[in-house]
């Protein structure tokens, strides 16, 4: 069975930063076919996609949040980091991590957001 | 970085419906386009990848067309379990991106 939980604080305050962990289970950050992504989304507003881990630690990034985000993960322990700095009310969302499965050829092709974390609620606010 | 637009951003309906949303990219994206439902307070599901391909235990009454720049989801005979926002989202390239969602309320 696949899950993915995120962890982190509730309430962060305006040039905080973030540090969030998915822990997954179910499946291996080492399989090739397998990544994490995080994908946020304000209250009443739409998903957005910010950062995605592959099984090499390779990492790939919104262009509009890259100079604020790292991602890092660590297989062992089966999790995924995410930091982001500088946080300002406007970051206020859910934060989500879900497995992005590349079902086509190879590990960097077309993927998917197949299971999903329950999400976590993060507050910005002083 | 690719841009998706949906339309409409809403739209009302009955039990029975049918109805069709339209996904429309800023470049071609192949076939590489994903459809998600998300209910209030729960994270999205997967319904359809590679433009039209149903996931695994989604009902049939959802299909998907379109390849290229031009996408559309239907849902054919709605069920009260239908009215929720549902999102596009391409994987041709990074980074990813999603359409801003479109809500189905009960008319």
């Known amino acids: 069975q696949v899950t993915l939980k995120e962890s982190g604080p509730v309430l962060v305050k305006p040039t905080e930063t973030l540090t969030l962990t998915c822990s997954v289970s179910g499946f291996s950050l080492g399989n090739s076919k397998m990544s994490v992504s995080w994908i946020r989304q304000p209250p009443g507003r739409a998903l957005e996609w910010l950062a995605r881990i592959f099984s090499n630690d390779e990492e790939s990034y919104s262009t509009y949040m890259q100079t604020r985000l790292t991602i890092s993960k660590d297989t062992s322990k089966s999790q995924v980091v995410l930091t982001m700095t500088d946080m300002d009310p406007l970051d206020t969302a859910t934060y989500y991590c879900a497995r992005t499965y590349a079902y086509g050829v190879g590990s960097q092709g077309p993927s998917n957001f197949d299971y999903w974390g329950q999400g976590t609620l993060v507050t910005v606010s002083s | 970085d690719i841009q998706m637009t949906q339309s409409p951003s809403s739209l009302s309906a009955s039990v029975g419906d049918s109805v069709t949303i339209t996904c429309r990219t800023s470049?071609?994206?192949?076939?590489?386009l994903n459809w998600y439902q998300q209910k209030p307070g729960k994270a999205p599901d997967l319904l359809i990848y590679d433009a039209s391909t149903l996931h695994a235990g989604v009902p049939s009454r959802f299909s998907g067309t379109g390849s290229g720049a031009d996408f559309t989801l239907t849902i054919s005979s709605l069920r009260p379990e239908d009215f929720a926002t549902y999102y596009c989202q391409q994987s041709f390239t990074t980074p990813l991106s999603f359409g801003q969602g479109t809500k189905v309320e009960i008319k």
């Open positions: 470049q071609t994206i192949d076939k590489y």
